[in-house]
């Protein structure tokens, strides 16, 4: 089982629309989350990013984490056409020592808004 | 401030030729990651790197080497390129390892290698 899953999508919503992108993790020990945007023919950028259960609100963009079934996700309000792109959800990992770690990344929701 | 950069951006191999793809950053940041991007598979770590001269296996590391003598150069070698390594290559640094909640890996623009 991968370590984290995202439902692949694709996804096509018409503008306005409330959007609401998920994962799934099976590792316990991975701590950190993080929601990425990734444009066409782009290098991805972090949208959202925390390290907790509960709600974090930038905007028009809420990441929610529940660690007690493993799930996250991204809603995003009042989606525009601008929104349109490759959304990745990822999650780091630290070792023991806290003096290194890495990032595992689900495989991307393509997000269309349509004006 | 030019931040962090890829060459080239484009490439188109032969099976079997050596490739090294280059990553330069200017924020002297201690962490750098490889990765690559393909359908079906998302972005998946090849080599990551703590600092110059320490790096370590991400999740597909076979058939790639990587140096990092200094710590804004983090290059990634393809020994014998195979056509399964086509792909979008994509570098990423960090400053530090999530010390701060304000920490993240900013990516390159990406090397779109093709191996024939």
């Known amino acids: 089982q991968k370590e984290v899953e995202q439902d692949p999508g694709p996804l096509s919503v018409p503008e306005g629309a409330i959007v609401s992108l998920n994962c799934t993790y099976s590792?316990?020990?991975?701590?950190?989350f993080m929601w990425y945007r990734q444009y066409s023919r782009k290098g991805p950028e972090l949208l959202m990013y925390?390290?907790?259960?509960g709600n974090k609100e930038d905007g028009r963009f809420t990441a929610q984490v529940d660690k007690s079934s493993k799930y996250i996700s991204l809603f995003i309000r009042d989606s525009q056409p601008s929104d349109s792109a490759t959304y990745l959800c990822?999650?780091?990992?630290?070792?023991?020592?806290?003096?290194?770690?890495?990032?595992?990344f689900g495989k991307g929701t393509l997000l269309t808004v349509n004006p | 401030d030019a931040g962090i950069t890829q060459s080239p951006r484009y490439k188109i191999t032969e099976t079997g030729r050596q490739v090294t793809l280059m990553c330069h950053q200017t924020?002297?940041?201690?962490?750098m990651f490889w990765y690559r991007q393909d359908l079906g598979h998302g972005l998946r770590l090849i080599y990551y790197?703590?600092?110059?001269?320490?790096?370590d296996k991400g999740e597909v590391p076979d058939g790639y080497v990587v140096s990092r003598s200094k710590t804004e150069n983090f290059p990634l070698t393809l020994e014998s390129a195979t056509r399964s390594q086509t792909s979008v290559y994509f570098c990423?640094?960090?400053?530090?390892?999530?010390?701060?909640?304000?920490?993240?890996?900013?990516f390159g623009p990406g090397t779109r290698l093709t191996v024939l």
């Open positions: 990822a999650k780091a990992k630290l070792n023991s020592g806290g003096s290194n770690y890495k990032l595992t």
């Open positions: 790197s703590a600092a110059a001269d320490i790096t």
């Open positions: 925390t390290y907790s259960s």
């Open positions: 590792n316990s020990a991975f701590q950190y």
């Open positions: 990423a640094s960090s400053e530090t390892a999530f010390q701060r909640r304000t920490d993240t890996q900013y």
């Open positions: 924020w002297s940041h201690s962490y």
